[in-house]
C-alpha cells in the first residue's frame, strides 16, 4: 500500500482551492437535437411509455423540436 498512499499524497499537494465570481448564468435546453430522428423518436416512445408526468412533459418538449412532422 505504500505506493498507493504516495500516489494519494502527492496528488492532495497538487489539489489548489480557488474562488471565482460568477458574473451570469445561460441555461441550455438539451432534448437530444444533435442525435438522429430516429434515435429521437426512440427516445420520445420511451418517454412516453414510462407514462409519468416528468416524462411526458420531456416528450412533449421533445416534440415541439422535431423538423416537420413530429410523428
Not at 47 to 57: F, I, K, P, V, Y
Request: hydrophobic fraction near 40%; avoid cysteine.
Amino acid at each position: 500500500m505504500g505506493d498507493t498512499d504516495s500516489f494519494v499524497e502527492s496528488m492532495l499537494r497538487q489539489i489548489i482551492g480557488f474562488r471565482i465570481e460568477i458574473a451570469s448564468l445561460e441555461g441550455k435546453w438539451k432534448l437530444s437535437q444533435n442525435q438522429p430522428l430516429e434515435r429521437r423518436h426512440k427516445v420520445i416512445a420511451a418517454l412516453e411509455q414510462r407514462g409519468d408526468d416528468e416524462s411526458l412533459a420531456v416528450a412533449a418538449l421533445m416534440r415541439t423540436v422535431l423538423p416537420g412532422d413530429a410523428t
